[in-house]
């Protein structure tokens, strides 16, 4: 019995590694794209909180520092 738990735990183990290196390839990957969505959302946030603000027509200027 304590061969089949050890035998199951390794098989665990190396099931555990495979997933682990789908999931890192799988953020390199998609990481860029989910940053770039994430700026224009940011960016449209900006946009229409300034409209809401200041009023139409939208005569303002956003700008990003780095």
């Known amino acids: 019995e304590m061969a089949n738990q050890r035998k199951e735990f390794e098989e665990m183990g190396a099931t555990e590694k495979e997933l682990w290196s789908a999931l890192l ?8 794209e989910v940053f770039a969505a994430w700026i224009h959302f940011k960016a449209m946030k900006v946009y229409v909180e300034s409209v809401l603000r200041y009023g139409l027509p939208p005569d303002f200027m956003s700008a990003t520092i780095k």
Do not use: S
């Open 25 to 32: 390839r799988l953020a390199n990957t998609n990481f860029g």
